[in-house]
């Protein structure tokens, strides 16, 4: 929230002149019946993307040169506000005398950024961006309909944000390969979350799947969990870091156990004067493998030594090394 | 031509009251509360008009009719106010409003519910009506407050206002009604409806925006939420607003002299827009004519998307309302679209006209050109309407 964001307005103001005009005089509105694709030796692809129940829906008319793949005509009609209108027309612009594999490429960034007045600023507000979404679907089921193929042959990829065409495993090898720690990194990085908003956490324009807000906290605790797991094999000796928390022999779990406590609980003991030793690492009749700790400083005596603490102690060894870990104090 | 249409969102203000408003600026501007001249010259016209304010709506002395900023705060004030005194003890917990209340009411209702409190809601019917019946189902003796809303902003719809209030007081229970859109368009005597709080806003009457009011039944209890001062006799602190009262109780005075103008003229321009609506085909409207507001009419027009119609209208200079989702921040479709029971597609198509007394037959008239030609143009672009002039339609 900002000085702009509290007085409001009107999101018309935001649409270029070229969005007005178009949403005034689509250009390429209308249909393209058998019998013109007859007379103008075509192939008739016709396309519907959406439906109504959503407020916006989209039907594109494709004539194609089977000979050349090339597209020599394209309308469109529309069920949607202005802006659907204005992009829908755009999308079929940009069709016309590409290729169908040509065509398939074109995005909704590219619809908006071909409305755009100057290169600079946006043709629509970010919560209009939905309405040039539309185009890269429909495109796709008409390419899929002229080839005779699924749809989903175009995209094999989860997409997190449908407006900057983000899809998941981006976001993740992003977040992974700069260390990203805020959502506003994410957008930052890769324009995810930069327009409608919807896919930065629930409740916003529109429902998603995935939100960055969750991509963010999974792929950051596989982060600290493969951080931890890593410390802790580095600390085993060489042979045995490739076999599970079990199989290790006590010294190789005491170096592991110790390796994630020092990562993990020891720093945060230690800012309030406390600290903890592990005495003993015994397993019992029934396959859990008890770790016996004791408290230190400011922890011995601590209330939350037998509660919050030590499920935090325990939680952390279960996760990075084995569920079977228990934890008791002495 | 100009011709506004959205009078259930704002109206003009009343010139008369506009008039009177305007020594209160630069002439008489001392703070009433004040002690010295500059303060005092305003009182009688504070009294004045709180005097047409009490006799507009038959007000008692030992009333309240508390000034405020608007409805708004006046719906909030009286479900947080109430939760102080009936609720956070959990003496009562329960509040229960209509399915189509303004979210100044079912906003702060859904605030309280992390404080514990639960909401029911009593559901409405295709034709946007209500049944008592449906309050003594829900109600029990937990019940705090009924909150109902006087007519629906969007549909127009009036409700039975009478006999809910009787079917809560029966019940123990306190009644509220948000009577934003009623007040200036139908007769409204509190004493003759029985309601606790009744709540109201200036702007919806031709009176100024930015000011609005609370009715208070015999100055019944209620937690005052502005603390700082001792204006509006405690209840409500924050300095008067002198040109704002005055111009509210001289636009609600004229606005209720004119009611009968209202039921006859107005209500005939908006029957004349309704049926060249209807003319068209695959054109529903909400609720029927008898149970409405005299001035609203909310259109369903299959095939053609909400705000894209608002935008050819705008086109032609006329200014109507959607509660279609494309001109909001979420894409959710209108809520009260769906509470009436319209399918999503229909909710879509919402279009809103609200008249006024100021509407003029020659508006009403190029109104009906514009809005069937944007029919027609929206309707040969819409991928699921195929329209042609002969009137033929048929669904792709």
């Known amino acids: ?124 507000p970010p919560q209009k961006m939905h309405c040039s979404v539309m185009a890269y679907d429909v495109i796709k089921a008409a390419a899929a309909s002229y080839k005779g193929v699924d749809p989903d042959h175009f995209e094999d ?73 890593a410390i802790a094999d580095a600390k ?41 030793e592990i005495l003993d690492i015994k397993k019992n009749d029934k396959g859990i493998i008890d770790i016996y700790i004791r408290y230190l400083g400011a922890c011995s005596g601590c209330a939350s030594g037998a509660g919050g603490t030590l499920y935090a102690i325990e939680a952390v060894l279960q996760q990075n090394l084995s569920p079977n870990i228990r934890v008791l104090p002495i | 031509m100009r011709v506004y249409l959205d009078n259930n969102a704002t109206t003009m203000v009343d010139p008369e009251a506009f008039e009177l408003m305007k020594p209160f600026y630069c002439e008489k501007y001392g703070n009433p509360n004040s002690l010295h001249r500059f303060g005092s010259e305003t009182h009688p016209a504070l009294r004045r008009a709180m005097d047409q304010l009490y006799t507009a709506l038959n007000a008692r002395d030992k009333d309240d009719i508390i000034v405020t900023s ?54 409405v019917d295709e034709n946007g009506l209500l049944n008592p019946e449906d309050l003594r189902n829900l109600i029990d003796d937990k019940t705090a407050l009924v909150s109902v809303m006087w007519a629906n902003n969007e549909t127009g719809t009036i409700f039975p206002i009478k006999e809910l209030a009787a079917i809560a007081h029966e019940n123990g229970a306190l009644f509220h009604t948000d009577a934003t859109q009623t007040v200036g368009k139908i007769k ?134 959607t509660g279609s989702a494309c001109a909001s921040e979420t894409l959710e479709s209108n809520p009260i679209m769906e509470a009436i029971g319209a399918d999503k597609e229909l909710a879509h198509t919402a279009l809103r006209l609200s008249l006024s007394r100021f509407t003029t037959e020659e508006e009403i008239d190029y109104a009906i050109v514009h809005i069937k030609k944007a029919v027609e143009r929206l309707r040969a672009i819409s991928s699921t309407f195929a329209y042609t002039p002969q009137g033929h339609v048929s669904g792709l």
């Open chain 1, 1 to 124: 929230m900002a000085k702009h964001d509290l007085i409001g307005g009107s999101i018309w103001d935001e649409y270029s002149q070229k969005v007005q005009d178009l949403m005034n005089s689509p250009r390429n509105m209308g249909q393209i019946t058998e019998e013109e694709a007859k007379e103008r030796a075509g192939k008739l692809i016709v396309a519907d993307f959406g439906a109504e129940s959503c407020g916006d829906a989209v039907r594109l008319y494709w004539l194609v040169d089977e000979k050349t793949d090339i597209i020599m005509d394209a309308k469109f009609k529309s069920f949607g506000c202005g802006t659907a209108i204005a992009s829908s027309d755009t999308m079929a612009e940009l069709c016309i005398g590409k290729t169908v594999d040509e065509a398939v490429k074109i995005t909704n960034i590219d619809v908006e950024k071909a409305m755009r007045d100057d290169p600079y600023t946006p043709a629509v």
């Open chain 1, 157 to 229: 990829e989860i997409i997190v944000c449908e407006c900057a065409r983000i899809s998941l495993g981006t976001i993740r090898d992003v977040i992974r390969m700069n260390d990203l720690k805020t959502v506003e990194e994410i957008t930052q990085y890769t324009k995810a979350g930069a327009f409608c908003k919807s896919c930065i956490k629930p409740g916003g324009h529109e429902k998603r799947e995935y939100y960055l807000v969750d991509i963010l906290a999974e792929t950051r605790a596989q982060m600290e969990a493969e951080k931890l797991k």
């Open chain 2, 188 to 321: 409204i005597d509190v004493q003759d409806v029985n309601v606790d709080f009744m709540s109201f806003s200036a702007h919806k009457f031709h009176g100024p925006k930015g000011i609005g009011g609370l009715y208070i039944k015999n100055s019944q209890p209620l937690t005052s939420l502005l603390h700082g001062g001792e204006h509006m006799g405690g209840r409500r602190s924050g300095t008067l607003d002198v040109a704002g009262i005055v111009g509210m109780a001289q636009a609600l005075e004229n606005s209720n002299k004119l009611i009968e103008f209202e039921n006859l003229h107005v209500r005939r321009l908006r029957d004349k827009l309704e049926d060249a609506l209807l003319e068209i085909p695959e054109i529903s409207v909400v609720g029927d004519r008898a149970h409405r507001l005299p001035n609203t009419i909310l259109a369903a027009v299959k095939g053609v998307e909400g705000e894209a119609m608002l935008w050819d209208l705008n086109q032609a200079g006329i200014a109507a309302s």
């Open chain 2, 70 to 123: 608007c409805a708004t705060e006046s719906n909030n004030w009286v479900i947080k106010g109430l939760f102080f005194d009936h609720m956070l003890n959990k003496e009562k917990d329960h509040i229960i409003i209509s399915a189509v209340e303004h979210p100044a009411t079912g906003a702060a209702c859904e605030f309280l519910k992390q404080f514990g409190i639960r909401v029911s809601h009593i559901p």
């Open chain 1, 236 to 276: 085993i000796s060489g042979n045995d870091s490739d076999l599970a928390f079990e199989e290790l022999t006590v010294v190789g779990q005491l170096k592991a156990v110790e390796a994630v406590i020092d990562a993990e609980i020891r720093p945060m003991l230690m800012m309030d004067g406390g600290n903890m």
